[in-house]
């Protein structure tokens, strides 16, 4: 017999047994004869066969109707009316609907598409000018809607075409350029949800045209309206234009089974060569990123490069390199025809060869006697705007350096003329500077707004940061791509360089300060451009000036290692990436420390030696140290590490605090009516209650001694009295039982200040990322948010809730547990953060302690350490018997999962599966079984 529990399925197409053991006898004539194992099973359901869903071919003489015979039929709306312009590859189709901008369709009824975890959607359509498509699944704004999806035109772009589906996490979202000359084209959209991450594609006229998108984990799809040309539930934002016919299948189709039947093979170039620039001597690389889309079977890419519009012999790879070109290579054109079997042909752009004796591209001293001139000898003169002055005080290190200029934030320099950039893929920008307090650097790459220029970029110091350093570029696919760094805060001289590498599928920035890498960055690749430099203002306004002094700029191409930058080779040097956090455990546990580190500008091995209160413990010389069987004599320890390679100096680490403790409760709050506001744990974590909470007679029956709970009104909350010091820890454990009221988010949180903006600061709630979702969330120092998000009950019922934090390694680790079961489906990553001391606030927002929690908490418990769910309040999971008038009553939690019950005669005989169906008894399934029988041990197997 298998148990129709909770309905635990992933999607999948085959079943497989997971199991746990928990096993509990049944009295009979023999008596109780005690607790046994069970073991649980999950079934994986199986997808729907694969089929049409809905075929609406809009026919004159019935448009309404479904022609899959599925009964899926529209409902009209608006001025819908009829042309003969048809599109002549669609099958059958003798005319077209026209919907003038104020009009759509919708579905009768629901169409219910949660059966299924792939689906092809394909349409013929043709646009008028400017008007965009609404396609959408939900009667509500898909906005707001779990499982909800659209696709639209015009949202990305003013023709792009844009799929978003509303997830637990997000939005999941895919791109594509669409066509945009108003004729009749065939698109399609397959949305695929069976694996492990979601893969969304775009086509038009049988061909895949997105460009990606954001991913935001799997999501079901739902029982929900669909709606043809407009958004709801305004039903605004219509379309313009024309429709053939529309059908959506319960698979994914290949292109060849669209509507438009098979086309012919095509060669798509997804990345073209880029222009390249080297010195002499050294090789030359371009290469092109390229496929083919249909065919059966898909016939092979060809490739030939070209010189000048001659094919070089050989040159018949997806790269080609020029291994030592001269100075006769310089301004040499390259590109590469492609072919396949029954393609047409197509050629790649144009790319330029700049090969010059040395790789200086621009190169600004900043002599008093001449500040303007580019010494590269390239020409690439400033012009002065503003009072710029110059100074003795110039950097020690810098070659040739004399004096410096005086920038005195109303004043720039800029090229005379376009400074060209567009030859070059790499690129090393560096300079020397000296910061006025507040006085941020503004360096542009346009003279036009950096923000909205195509590949134009700039770096700058205090807008990540107040001493922070950020390069950003503006591309046509990622927005704004970015690389951060922290800046030294010390107004002293210091030589700054960036790296700019566009030469591969993605761009990688890297920042340096006096010769020593302190941030990288980067994302979707965009090629350098032709336009002004300037530097210490922010083009076209001249604002955000630079306040301070610089001696030298260079610009060169390729990538610079910082031994040729101007600074010149430095010392080796030993950085922590990871400090040893504060560690909690209890007694006669491990407890461990370990520490994150490199050596930059230099190829020796680090050599660690941990340190107990400043005294070297021995053996203790690697990247970590554990501590085996800690004590109460270990309490309040501290531990550190010391790092040396020579000739590096050596680099002592952060002291970590051990913390050791007999139990690992940090703080308990059993809400008694007595006295509920009291932390039962002893540590005097009290708290105070604020608003209506009254006491109610209703609690979670496997709440472990709970008489009472208390009820939260929407209004009223509790925190700790004084603040809750979770500095000690890098492990947490917080867990409560809790009935919602319906629409009653939960707002727990571990801040008395916003959380959003205090690092360290965390919260649990209900609501936020759907309408019944649970997530985590905590704020970390690089200004970004480690989340995890979950499905959450809808019952209304009680249910015990646990969040975990590990904070202990080298990414943070957050799961989310209802009943006991992880159910967490995963979030955003936002690095180690460590816990802090503030106040703990349960059932508002802080500091206006809004979005109250409605319904009713029976406990809440905070531990150290990462409990698993058989150390939870609620304990494992319990199969129950009770026995009355000759049958036996078993019992267990609907909540607990897929199981098969099974009996034997004694225990080591066989086990076999009960025929009988479970009934619902409260939050229970239940089995009667008559006492006379000779089973006498019963088990849930999974």
Do not use: C
């Not at 610079?560 to 950085?575: K, M, S």
Request: a negative charge; charged letters at 10%; proline letters at 6%.
């Amino acid at each position: 017999m298998i148990v129709p529990t909770a309905q635990v399925y992933s999607r999948a197409s085959t079943s497989q047994p997971i199991g746990i053991p928990l096993i509990i006898s049944r009295p009979g004539r023999r008596g109780l004869l005690g607790l046994l194992i069970v073991a649980a099973l999950f079934y994986i359901s199986m997808p729907a066969r694969a089929g049409t869903v809905a075929l609406w071919k809009f026919d004159a003489a019935n448009p309404a109707a479904d022609s899959s015979g599925n009964g899926n039929n529209l409902a009209l709306n608006g001025n819908i009316t009829f042309s003969g312009d048809a599109p002549t590859n669609a099958p059958g189709i003798t005319n077209s609907v026209i919907f003038d901008g104020a009009s759509y369709a919708q579905t009768i009824g629901t169409l219910n598409l949660t059966p299924y975890n792939q689906l092809t959607i394909e349409f013929f359509a043709k646009f008028t000018v400017g008007g965009g498509l609404q396609m959408f699944f939900a009667q509500n704004n898909p906005n707001n809607v779990t499982g909800a999806f659209y696709l639209d035109r015009g949202e990305s772009s003013a023709s792009g075409l844009k799929m978003s589906q509303r997830t637990a996490a997000g939005f999941e979202t895919d791109v594509a350029p669409g066509p945009t000359e108003g004729a009749w084209h065939h698109y399609a959209l397959t949305i695929d949800e069976s694996g492990t991450n979601p893969i969304v594609k775009i086509y038009v006229d049988g061909y895949q045209v997105d460009t990606g998108g954001v991913s935001a984990g799997l999501q079901t799809f739902i029982n929900d309206y669909f709606t043809i040309g407009a958004y709801p539930p305004a039903y605004n934002l219509g379309y313009h234009g024309l429709m053939g016919e529309m059908r959506i299948s319960s698979s994914i189709l290949p292109s060849p089974q669209f509507l438009i039947g098979a086309q012919t093979p095509r060669i798509f170039i997804s990345q073209q060569p880029q222009n390249t620039a080297v010195v002499t001597n050294s090789p030359a690389t371009f290469k092109v990123v390229a496929t083919v889309q249909n065919g059966d079977p898909t016939p092979p890419l060809q490739y030939q490069w070209q010189r000048n519009g001659s094919n070089i012999p050989d040159a018949t790879n997806s790269s080609y390199t020029l291994s030592a070109p001269t100075l006769s290579d310089n301004a040499v054109q390259f590109d590469v025809v492609l072919s396949a079997l029954g393609a047409a042909s197509v050629t790649s752009s144009n790319v330029t060869l700049t090969v010059a004796t040395n790789s200086v591209v621009a190169f600004w001293k900043f002599d008093a006697a001449n500040p303007t001139v580019d010494s590269s000898g390239y020409g690439n003169n400033l012009a002065l705007t503003g009072n710029i002055t110059f100074s003795n005080d110039a950097p020690t290190n810098a070659p040739g350096s004399t004096n410096s200029a005086v920038f005195d934030g109303a004043s720039y320099a800029r090229t005379l003329g376009t400074f060209n950039l567009s030859l070059y893929n790499q690129l090393t920008i560096e300079f020397y500077a000296k910061y006025t307090i507040g006085g941020g650097l503004q360096m542009f790459f346009a003279q036009n707004n950096p923000n909205n220029v195509l590949g134009a970029f700039y770096f700058d110091r205090g807008e990540s940061s107040a001493t922070g350093l950020k390069v950003a570029q503006k591309t046509a696919t990622s927005g704004i791509i970015t690389g951060v760094a922290p800046g030294p805060s010390d107004e002293a001289w210091h030589h700054y360089a960036l790296t700019m590498d566009e030469s591969g599928t993605n761009p990688v920035f890297q920042v340096y300060v006096d010769g020593y890498l302190v941030g990288t960055g980067g994302a979707g690749g965009q090629g350098l451009i032709n336009d002004f430099f300037t530097i210490g203002a922010y083009p076209p306004s001249y604002n955000f000036r630079y306040q301070g002094l610089m001696s030298e700029m260079r610009v060169s191409s390729g990538v610079l290692t910082p031994a040729q930058f101007l600074i010149g080779a430095q010392i080796p040097r030993i950085f922590i990436s990871q400090q040893p956090q504060n560690t909690a455990v209890v007694t006669n546990s491990p407890a461990t420390f370990m520490v994150v580190a490199s050596v930059q500008n230099g190829t020796q091995s680090l050599h660690y030696q941990w340190q107990r209160n400043g005294v070297n413990i021995a053996g203790a010389t690697n990247s970590s140290y554990t501590l085996s069987a800690t004590t109460l004599t270990d309490d309040s320890a501290q531990f550190d590490v010391v790092l040396s390679t020579p000739p590096a100096m050596p680099v002592t680490s952060s002291n970590a605090v051990l913390t050791v403790v007999t139990n690992a409760t940090v703080a308990l709050w059993t809400f008694d009516a007595a006295n509920p506001a009291v932390d039962s744990s002893g540590n005097g974590n009290d708290l105070t209650l604020v608003g209506n909470i009254t006491i109610s007679d209703d609690v979670s029956i496997n709440a472990p001694g709970t008489t009472n709970s208390v009820v939260f009104d929407g209004g009223s909350l509790a925190q700790t009295t004084q603040p809750l010091d979770l500095t000690r820890y890098n492990q947490l454990t917080v867990e409560f039982f809790a009935k919602y009221s319906i629409n009653g988010g939960l707002q727990m949180f571990f801040a008395q200040n916003n959380p959003n903006f205090v690092a360290g600061a965390f919260y649990l709630d209900r609501g936020e990322s759907s309408s019944n979702g649970l997530k985590v969330s905590q704020r970390t120092a690089d200004a970004n948010f480690e989340t995890s998000v979950a499905p959450g009950s809808i019952d209304g019922e009680w249910h015990h809730y646990a969040l975990t934090m590990d904070e202990s390694g080298i990414s943070p680790i957050f799961k989310i547990y209802v009943d006991g079961y992880q159910t967490d489906t995963g979030g955003q990553s936002g690095g180690i953060q460590a816990f802090i001391n503030d106040y703990f606030t349960i059932g508002a927002y802080p500091p206006g302690y809004n979005f109250n929690y409605q319904g009713l908490m029976g406990e809440m418990r905070v531990s150290t350490g990462i409990l698993n769910p058989a150390q939870f309040l609620n304990g494992p999971a319990k199969l129950q018997i009770t026995a009355a008038n000759g049958h036996a009553v078993i019992s267990w939690p609907q909540n607990a999962g897929s199981f098969t019950l099974q009996q034997a005669s004694n225990l080591p005989g066989t086990w076999t599966a009960l025929t009988n169906n479970p009934a619902v008894s409260g939050l229970n399934w239940q089995v009667t079984v008559p006492t006379t029988s000779s089973a006498k041990f019963y088990r849930l197997f999974r």
